[in-house]
């Protein structure tokens, strides 16, 4: 009895063996385990786990290859989403860099407490501003990490002078040493934009392979030189970003709309697209679904609020070569593809061309003023009209129903207070002095050694802000 049982120990045993074996042998075992109950049943048993096993297999794979699927169109669109952002915010660092600069450089020809202040205060917000840029790209880079902290101490080292000017006291000699250390640094951080301005307008992405990012990040180096220093600053506050939490104004008391809804109001705004997808959503200072937009310039990404499915922001990287003559009719394509987007009625205020591109800025006029808080920047490509860009930041933050005080001054009154040559007459324009103030102002454009725009307040007066001209080759004329 003994012997029986070991002999059906190993004949279960080598059962078991040939079942995991090839097909064939295994349907021999089983026509010949019928002639043993014993044999049989434990084969049964062995079958059914081996199936169990082989389904469960079958149906992990499909789950990994569904879950992979999704994964990896997922990170497109994430992807996708960070390209327009890392873009936009390279963009905004070199306008903040450029106003840095030169805001810095007109300190020295500024010779009174007032006149000094307000470019602190700009240099303060330019600061700001850069700072926010920056954020976006911070991933525990040390050149960008030391690039923040300098635009951070920058602005609040600016604001602190701003705040003591109070007193009447100018800048004394040794802040504006301090102050001249600053421009080099700023040169520097201009430097290491410089480094990636070709990359950017060839349209090279930031992600991916062969991306730019890594190659902009490192540009940054410099800043961590021992041998790059500037000045110890002290100041009585600390750093704050001007821009959190700003309360989108243009968009109150509109209803929320679905991303199905969005694509149709899109492919309205747009009326070139052959198709518009959706690329999920944006939860930032505003609130967006984006999309992808396919033209004949090829495919674009484009933004609109989740409340009101306003336009936001519009970026086609079209191919664009300079053309001989600018055709004189962009502007008002601009304005047309603009009014179409639902932004009513708007003026051209700005118009620049650079490298195959025209830049037009519009504004809506409110009781015949511009209203530049509201402002809406569009760009064309030359070789064939088409809008391939547009960027409603302002208006979406700014504009409301605003009721406007009449001017105490004519036009012809506040000319006089120019201390420019001024060319033609002057305009009213509704300015922003800072996050929370605008003044009705005159707009006069001034020549003297470069071009001017001085701005008179309509109640006053007073000059409450000029703006320098600066040409730059690669983007056009830039109001500073």
Same mark, same amino acid.
């Given at each position: 009895?003994?012997?029986?049982?070991?002999?059906?120990?190993?004949?279960?045993?080598?059962?078991?063996?040939?079942?995991?074996?090839?097909?064939?042998?295994?349907?021999?075992?089983?026509?010949?385990?019928?002639?043993?109950?014993?044999?049989?049943?434990?084969?049964?048993?062995?079958?059914?786990?081996?199936?169990?096993?082989?389904?469960?297999?079958?149906?992990?794979?499909?789950?990994?290859?569904?879950?992979?699927?999704?994964?990896?169109?997922?990170?497109?669109?994430?992807?996708?989403?960070?390209?327009?952002?890392?873009?936009?915010?390279?963009?905004?660092?070199?306008?903040?860099?450029?106003?840095?600069?030169?805001?810095?450089?007109?300190?020295?020809?500024?010779?009174?407490?007032?006149?000094?202040?307000?470019?602190?205060?700009?240099?303060?917000?330019?600061?700001?501003?850069?700072? /926010?840029?920056? #954020? $976006?790209?911070?991933?525990?880079?040390? !050149? =960008?990490?030391?690039?923040?902290? *300098?635009? @951070?101490?920058? &602005?609040?080292?600016?604001?602190?002078?701003?705040?003591?000017?109070?007193?009447?006291?100018?800048?004394?000699?040794?802040?504006?040493?301090?102050?001249?250390?600053?421009?080099?640094?700023?040169? /520097?951080?201009? #430097? $290491?934009?410089?480094?990636?301005?070709? !990359? =950017?307008?060839?349209?090279?992405? *930031?992600? @991916?392979?062969? &991306?730019?990012?890594?190659?902009?990040?490192?540009?940054?180096?410099?800043?961590?030189?021992?041998?790059?220093?500037?000045?110890?600053?002290?100041?009585?506050?600390?750093?704050?970003?001007?821009?959190?939490?700003?309360?989108?104004?243009?968009?109150?008391?509109?209803?929320?709309?679905?991303?199905?809804?969005?694509?149709?109001?899109?492919?309205?705004?747009?009326?070139?697209?052959?198709?518009?997808?959706?690329?999920?959503?944006?939860?930032?200072?505003?609130?967006?679904?984006?999309?992808?937009?396919?033209?004949?310039?090829?495919?674009?990404?484009?933004?609109?609020?989740?409340?009101?499915?306003?336009?936001?922001?519009?970026?086609?990287?079209?191919?664009?070569?300079?053309?001989?003559?600018?055709?004189?009719?962009?502007?008002?394509?601009?304005?047309?593809?603009?009014?179409?987007?639902?932004?009513?009625?708007?003026?051209?205020?700005?118009?620049?061309?650079?490298?195959?591109?025209?830049?037009?800025?519009?504004?809506?006029?409110?009781?015949?003023?511009?209203?530049?808080?509201?402002?809406?920047?569009?760009?064309?490509?030359?070789?064939?009209?088409?809008?391939?860009?547009?960027?409603?930041?302002?208006?979406?933050?700014?504009?409301?129903?605003?009721?406007?005080?009449?001017?105490?001054?004519?036009?012809?009154?506040?000319?006089?207070?120019?201390?420019?040559?001024?060319?033609?007459?002057?305009?009213?324009?509704?300015?922003?002095?800072?996050?929370?103030?605008?003044?009705?102002?005159?707009?006069?454009?001034?020549?003297?050694?470069?071009?001017?725009?001085?701005?008179?307040?309509?109640?006053?007066?007073?000059?409450?802000?000029?703006?320098?001209?600066?040409?730059?080759?690669?983007?056009?004329?830039?109001?500073?």
């Amino acid at each position: 009895m003994k012997r029986r049982e070991e002999e059906d120990k190993k004949a279960a045993l080598v059962a078991y063996a040939e079942q995991l074996g090839e097909e064939e042998k295994s349907a021999d075992r089983q026509n010949a385990a019928k002639k043993n109950k014993q044999k049989r049943t434990a084969k049964t048993v062995m079958l059914s786990v081996v199936t169990a096993l082989s389904v469960g297999a079958i149906a992990g794979l499909s789950v990994a290859l569904a879950y992979s699927e999704n994964m990896n169109r997922l990170r497109a669109e994430y992807m996708y989403e960070m390209e327009g952002v890392y873009t936009r915010h390279y963009y905004d660092l070199a306008d903040s860099a450029d106003e840095l600069d030169v805001n810095l450089g007109k300190l020295a020809a500024a010779d009174t407490a007032a006149a000094q202040q307000d470019i602190l205060y700009d240099i303060w917000g330019a600061a700001n501003l850069a700072g /926010v840029s920056l #954020s $976006a790209f911070r991933g525990g880079e040390e !050149g =960008v990490m030391q690039a923040s902290k *300098f635009v @951070g101490q920058t &602005g609040d080292y600016a604001h602190y002078l701003a705040k003591r000017l109070e007193s009447g006291e100018p800048l004394s000699p040794e802040e504006l040493q301090k102050l001249g250390k600053l421009r080099e640094m700023t040169r /520097v951080l201009k #430097s $290491a934009l410089e480094s990636t301005r070709s !990359g =950017v307008r060839e349209g090279r992405p *930031f992600l @991916g392979d062969g &991306g730019m990012l890594a190659e902009f990040t490192g540009a940054f180096d410099s800043f961590v030189d021992p041998e790059v220093n500037y000045p110890q600053m002290i100041y009585d506050g600390p750093f704050s970003d001007a821009l959190e939490h700003r309360e989108c104004k243009a968009l109150n008391g509109l209803a929320e709309i679905d991303p199905d809804e969005g694509a149709r109001l899109l492919a309205e705004y747009i009326p070139e697209a052959k198709s518009v997808e959706y690329r999920g959503e944006t939860n930032s200072d505003i609130l967006t679904y984006n999309y992808s937009v396919t033209t004949e310039d090829g495919v674009g990404f484009a933004q609109l609020a989740k409340q009101g499915g306003m336009l936001v922001a519009y970026n086609m990287n079209a191919e664009q070569s300079a053309v001989a003559e600018v055709d004189p009719e962009l502007p008002a394509a601009a304005r047309r593809f603009a009014e179409n987007a639902g932004f009513g009625d708007l003026a051209v205020v700005w118009c620049a061309s650079a490298q195959g591109v025209t830049y037009v800025n519009l504004t809506p006029v409110k009781d015949g003023a511009l209203l530049y808080p509201d402002l809406i920047k569009v760009k064309l490509d030359e070789s064939s009209g088409r809008v391939t860009g547009l960027d409603a930041m302002h208006y979406v933050f700014n504009h409301t129903d605003r009721t406007l005080p009449s001017p105490v001054l004519t036009a012809e009154e506040a000319a006089e207070k120019v201390p420019l040559p001024t060319v033609g007459g002057g305009r009213l324009a509704l300015i922003p002095m800072d996050e929370t103030r605008e003044v009705l102002t005159y707009e006069f454009e001034c020549e003297s050694d470069g071009t001017y725009f001085v701005y008179i307040d309509a109640a006053t007066g007073e000059e409450v802000n000029i703006l320098y001209v600066v040409n730059d080759v690669d983007r056009g004329a830039l109001l500073m």
